[in-house]
T-cell receptor, first 111, second 114 residues
Framework: GNSVTQMEGPVTLSEEAFLTINCTYT??????LFWYVQYPGEGLQLLLK?????DKGSNKGFEATYRKETTSFHLEKGSVQVSDSAVYFC??????????FGQGTRLTINP | NAGVMQNPRHLVRRRGQEARLRCSPM?????VYWYRQLPEEGLKFMVY????????ESGMPKERFSAEFPKEGPSILRIQQVVRGDSAAYFC????????????FGPGTRLTVT
């Protein structure tokens, strides 16, 4: 079946550091890939997405590229801020079906 | 345009009681998904519904759990005879067919079973 594996957390960085959160997936066919962010006490918000190989999703300084050859969708940001502290989830979806989530990575940014 | 609404936000039940969780999708959305998030874990799919139809319930526990999405009114996730292991955050998402099926999430209902 489909699955998503994320880099284990928690991750703690200083403000303005470079961020990478690894995500790899297993799926048949060509799933769409997503990164969601969850702030404390809130629901999930879509951060970015990519629907086909080599697509790059980007939003709020975050980027991720759909790499079919390595089945990866790593999340990156060049300079993190304290306000980026949250839990980040990588997910995949095929067609109108359910989202399959990774286990989440808790990110803490210290000033 | 209001987002996905869930209520209650917090629900406390004693073991053996029933829990009813409600989800009102975004306006114009006819697809609803329920997910469960156990503490320190990712979200796990439970059930996918369209108006008056269950499309995929492969993630629903076989007993005590049921879901509906009637023609009028919100979607309801019902848990009968709750146990401590049911304590979790339950998230609803909705989508409108034809927009790449993007799912928009509600704020969740946090169920605590004492």
């Amino acid at each position: 079946g489909n699955s998503v594996t994320q880099m284990e957390g928690p991750v703690t960085l200083s403000e303005e550091a470079f961020l990478t959160i690894n995500c790899t997936y297993t799926a048949t066919g060509y799933p769409s890939l997503f990164w969601y962010v969850q702030y404390p006490g809130e629901g999930l918000q879509l951060l970015l997405k990519a629907t086909k190989a080599d697509d790059k999703g980007s939003n709020k300084g975050f980027e991720a590229t759909y790499r079919k050859e390595t089945t990866s969708f790593h999340l990156e940001k060049g300079s993190v801020q304290v306000s980026d502290s949250a839990v980040y989830f990588c997910a995949l979806r095929q067609g109108a079906q359910k989202l399959v989530f990774g286990q989440g990575t808790r990110l803490t940014i210290n000033p | 345009n209001a987002g996905v609404m869930q209520n209650p936000r917090h629900l406390v039940r004693r073991r053996g009681q029933e829990a009813r969780l409600r989800c009102s999708p975004m306006k114009g959305h006819s697809h609803v998904y329920w997910y469960r998030q156990l503490p320190e874990e990712g979200l796990k799919f439970m059930v996918y519904l369209q108006k008056e139809n269950i499309i995929d319930e492969s993630g629903m526990p076989k007993e005590r759990f049921s879901a509906e999405f009637p023609k009028e009114g919100p979607s309801i996730l019902r848990i009968q005879q709750v146990v401590r292991g049911d304590s979790a955050a339950y998230f609803c998402a909705s989508s409108r067919q034809g927009e790449g099926f993007e799912q928009y999430f509600g704020p969740g209902t946090r169920l605590t079973v004492t």
